[in-house]
Antibody, heavy 120, light 114 residues
């Protein structure tokens, strides 16, 4: 079945870096845009970034622009989120979610999420 | 950015009764050329990721019970649960995908049993 599995979360000090991964299976990964969405503890959903199916085009939320980089390896069916200069406000569960063949599409499915805690 | 505002923030409904959640966008999410509203609804239960319920404002995702329905157009949308079941306790989010970036979500509506 269609599945996304995130990994790489953990506790990291402010100012440090972390890389998240999202392994995809059950569909043609290279045909879909993929998003990162985060959810701070007890809060709502915040879209973070999207990458086109071919990896050429990327877009970011203003809150992470210049600090986070989304990328993908279609040969490995894997999505990444490189997070640099982490701040306390980046603490959240990070989900990867499949979009559509273009950006104007709903998200389905979502992975189970990986928790990132930024704390000294 | 398109701001999505849901109402109410929380809602308590008796089992078997109707639950209605509203979502208003700060600008229209209706694409004239496609004749579609670029709006989705999600359900999130505690400890779980969001689950897609509705897309194109009113198209139910496969496997979603028919007690869930979406309606509305332009800037005003509604998610209705016709007969609340215990398993429907969750937080519900609307989302616009009319513009990217950014894709934006409503703040969420917490649905509980009265």
């Amino acid at each position: 079945q269609v599945q996304l599995v995130e990994s790489g979360g953990g506790v990291v000090q402010p100012g440090r870096s972390l890389r998240l991964s999202c392994a995809a299976s059950g569909f043609t990964f290279s045909s879909y845009a993929i998003h990162w969405v985060r959810q701070a503890p007890g809060k709502g959903l915040e879209w973070v970034a999207v990458i086109s199916n071919d990896g050429i085009n990327t877009y970011y939320a203003d809150s992470v622009k210049g600090r986070f980089t989304i990328s993908r390896d279609n040969s490995q069916n894997t999505l990444y989120l490189q997070m640099n200069s982490l701040r306390a406000e980046d603490t959240a569960v990070y989900y990867c979610a499949r979009g559509g063949h273009d950006y104007l599409y709903w998200f389905d499915p979502w992975g189970q999420g990986t928790l990132v805690t930024v704390s000294s | 950015d398109i701001v999505m505002t849901q109402s109410p923030d929380s809602l308590a409904v008796s089992l078997g009764e109707r639950a209605t959640i509203n979502c208003k966008s700060s600008q229209s999410v209706f694409y004239n050329s496609h004749n579609k509203n670029y709006l989705a609804w999600y359900q999130q239960k505690p400890g779980q990721p969001p689950k897609l319920l509705i897309y194109w404002a009113s198209t139910r995702e496969s496997g979603v019970p028919d007690r869930f329905s979406g309606s509305g157009s332009g800037t005003d949308f509604t998610l209705t649960i016709s007969s609340l079941q215990a398993e429907d306790v969750a937080v519900y989010y609307c989302q616009q995908y009319y513009t990217t970036p950014p894709i934006t979500f409503g703040q969420g509506t917490r649905l509980e049993i009265k």
